[in-house]
Structures are given as C-alpha cells and as structure tokens.
C-alpha cells in the first residue's frame, strides 16, 4: 500500500489530481453515510415485519445509529486533534463498512440493532473527522468550494434514498440496503489510504474520563427531548435532562484549562464560530421540523397517497444540490454572514408559506414552496459550513468539524422531537403548528447570521 501524502498546514490544500482523488475518498464516505441513513428510515416497516418486531420496538433500528453517533461525536473529533484526522477518519470507514456486513446478515432485532449501533459509531468517525480533512485537502481561497461538494453529496444521497431503497426491495431483500456499503466501503478505504493527507496532532493528549462525560451528556439530553416529544412522563424527561446537565458540568470542570477541550468551550470564545453553530442548529431543526410534518399534512391533511407524498417531498433536497456547489464558491468571494441571512430569510418564507397552504392544493403550489425552501437552505449550508471551519484555529480542525456534525444531528433531533410534541398539542392542526415553529427557527437563525456581520473576526487561524 503506498503511503499517504505527506503532512501538510491547513489552508495550502493539495495539488489538483490528488485533491480531486481525496475528495473522492470523502464523498464516497460521507454519501454512504448519507445514503444509509435514508434507506433504513425508509425501510423501516419492512425490516420490521420481516423481523417479527411490533413498530415501536423497531424504531431501535434508527434510534441506535442516531445515539451512537450524537454520542461519539466530539469525542471523536477530540481524538482527531490529537492522534491526526485521517487515522480516525479511516477508522470510521473501517467500522461503519464491517457493521454494514453485521447489519446485512443480522436475524434478528436485537442483533440488527447492535449492529446499527456500531455503525453509528464508524458514522461518528466518518463525520467527525470529514470537514477537517476538507480544510487540509483545500486551499484556503477553494475551502468554499469543498464545503460546496460536501453539501452536495449530502443532499444528493438524502435525495435519493428513498428511491434507491425502493429499487432495492423491488429486487431483493432488506440485508442489501446495507450490503451494498461493503463494495463502496472498500474502495472509499482504499482511496484514503492513498491519497489523504495526514495532518499535524494538536499535541494535547486524549481525556478517556471527558469522552465518557461527553458521551452520556448528549445521550441523556437527546433521550430526555425525545421523552418530552412522544408525550412521556414530565418528570422522567426532566430527569434525563437535568442528569444529562450534571455530566455536561462535570465535563467543563474536569476540563477547564485544557488547551483543546472535548465541548468546545475554547471555540465558543470566538463569536463568528458561536453563531454559525446556532445558525446550524437553528436550520437543521427547521429541516427536522418540516421532514417529519410534510408528509403527516400530505397524506392526512390532503388526502395524499404515501408514494405521491415521496414525490413531493424531493424537490427541496433536489434544490439543495443544486444550490449547494453555487453557494460554496460564492462563499469564496462574498460574505457568509449576508449569503447565509438570505438562504434562511428564504427558508422561513417557504416555510410560512407551506404553513399558509389550502386544504386541497395543487402539485405546482406545493412545489413551488418546497423549491423556495431548498434553495434557502442550500444557499445557507455551504457558506456555514465555511465559515465554522475557517474561524477555528487549524490545530482545532477536529474540534470544529465534531461541532458542524454535532449541531446538524442536535438541530434535526430537536426539530423531530418538536413535531412530536405539536402532534400532542393538536391532532389536526399539529402539522401546521411544526410548520409555524420551523419558520421561527429559520427567522432566527437567520437572525444569527446576519450578526456575523458586525462580530469580531478570530485573530488566529
């Protein structure tokens, strides 16, 4: 096996024929992810029935990989800045292609399910480590456009998903919707061998105890808004979340003055970053929001059938790749701050608008909304993405690619809880009611990044 480019600084990026091959090796990973995340949700009554499990036992089939991966994040991400990003990123790929092969041959619930949990950690490994290694595989004047393709193989594969997953059962069997990762697996795996760059350790060592507190806080709180939106007992999600806010404290005080803390502490110090991370968090709840309420008002509210509901949900992932790539090299040259304002501006307007939509509409006024949503959030995604990674130091690469992950899995968990709890409030109106609380989410992060604007620039890359 031929060694791997040499180490490099952030911000020099790698000649063109081995950056496009390394950016192959990336998209590769991050697209399987993707795409596996899509097909399993889609999949889910089948591989329930199949397996003789009722529906709420099989939700374990998403809810493990989700966990797994909320949990592992920052850790990950902290081993990243100090053992280097492409030995975890290749780990990650390693783990999530040999949990794909246990999922593919699983019998049962329970080994399904384990199985998923390990994959969910390969997936932490993958996206823990996919932005940082963007920073080093860019030149600093190109990060937009990297940050541009990186969304772009997000969207595609969450485009295609659904479809993919239909083709699969059409033919086979559900053990393949996970099988087919083993083949893309290995040659991702290759290709990083080959052609990723290593990159310089940040020097502080890994804190096993801080992993540990960070990996519970998360689990707890996550597991404590979803108690709240599937309407479970008050105290019981109260006391999810007020242990999961011990553990949290408990991290802070272990590491306080560390050079490089696993919860960002020292990344949060610097307002731009700060912003886009509640930028992220505000539109990925958002997107939450509305994935889970559109096809409830579809098919409950119109009397939409669940395939033409597949239907009209893709134009706004569709949009998204589209956009995406544009805004990423706009992103080069403009201000993130006022291109990320209006995406989201965008966004809370599509959202307001399929908020307002009649009882019995037409196609075209269902899609021309859904079309104004995409195109906001792509306009936004690529140029967050920039400046989150480009307003934390170099030697905090791993940090603040843990933190992009880990607001984008924490914005859609919320958003999906939210709906939840709108589905108590109202059983009719409910859809509507999430659509509503998408577009303030959307208004205020939009709100977030327009303060970028007038936020002191980070004095060190």
């Known amino acids: 096996m031929a060694d791997p ?11 063109v024929a081995q950056r496009r091959a390394a950016m ?27 397996l003789g499990a009722d529906a709420s036992a099989s939700i374990w089939i998403v809810s493990a990989y989700q966990l797994a991966v909320i949990a592992a994040l920052l850790p990950f991400a902290s081993l990243a800045d100090t053992i280097g990003h492409r030995r975890v990123y290749m780990w990650g790929i390693s783990v999530f292609t040999l949990a794909s092969l246990l999922c593919g041959v699983a019998w049962s619930l329970p080994l399904l399910a384990g199985a998923r949990l390990l994959q969910g950690l390969g997936g932490a490994g993958i996206m823990s480590a996919n932005l940082a290694l963007i920073r080093f595989i860019y030149p600093t004047n190109l990060l937009g456009r990297g940050a541009g393709l990186n969304a772009l193989a997000v969207a595609v594969c969450f485009t295609v998903g659904p479809t993919v997953a239909s083709l699969i059962l059409s033919v086979a069997s559900w053990h393949w919707l996970f099988l087919v990762n083993v083949p893309i697996g290995a040659v991702a795996m290759l290709l990083s061998q080959r052609f990723l760059p290593s990159t310089q ?10 992993a540990v507190l960070s990996a519970l806080m998360f689990t707890l709180i996550i597991l404590g808004i979803d108690t709240i939106g599937h309407d479970g007992e008050p105290w019981v999600a109260g006391a999810e979340v007020a242990v999961g806010a011990v553990f949290g404290a408990l991290l802070l005080r272990r590491q306080a003055g560390h050079p490089a803390p696993m919860l960002a502490v020292d990344l949060f110090r610097i307002p731009v970053f700060t912003l886009s991370a509640l930028t992220s968090i505000c539109s990925f709840a958002t997107q939450g929001l509305a994935f889970v309420a559109l096809p409830f008002l579809f098919q409950h509210g119109m009397g939409r059938s669940q395939v033409e509901s597949g239907f009209l949900m893709t134009p706004w992932p569709a949009i998204v790749a589209v956009m995406a790539p544009v805004a990423g090299r706009m992103s080069d040259k403009y201000s993130t701050g006022v291109l990320g304002g209006i995406g989201l501006a965008a966004l809370a307007v599509g959202m307001a608008s399929l908020a307002w939509l009649p009882s019995d509409p037409s196609t075209s006024d269902i899609v021309w909304r859904l079309v104004l949503c995409g195109a906001g959030f792509g306009f936004f995604q690529s140029p967050n993405l920039r400046a989150m990674m480009s307003s934390a130091p170099a030697r905090r690469a791993g940090g603040a690619s843990g933190v992009v992950a880990t607001s984008r899995q924490f914005g859609q968990t919320t958003g999906a809880a939210l709906v939840a709890l709108c589905f108590s409030a109202s059983t009719v109106d409910g859809p509507r009611l999430a659509l509503w609380l998408g577009c303030g989410f959307a208004a205020a992060g939009c709100v977030a990044s327009l303060l970028r604007l007038v936020a002191p620039k980070p004095g060190v890359k």
């Open 5 to 15: 480019v040499p180490t490099l600084q952030a911000g020099v990026g790698l000649p």
């Open 24 to 50: 192959a090796a990336v998209l590769m990973s991050v697209g399987m992810a993707t795409l596996d995340t899509a097909i399993a949700n889609t999949a889910l009554p089948t591989m329930a029935r199949d």
């Open 201 to 210: 350790s940040g020097g502080a060592r890994f804190d096993g105890w801080a």
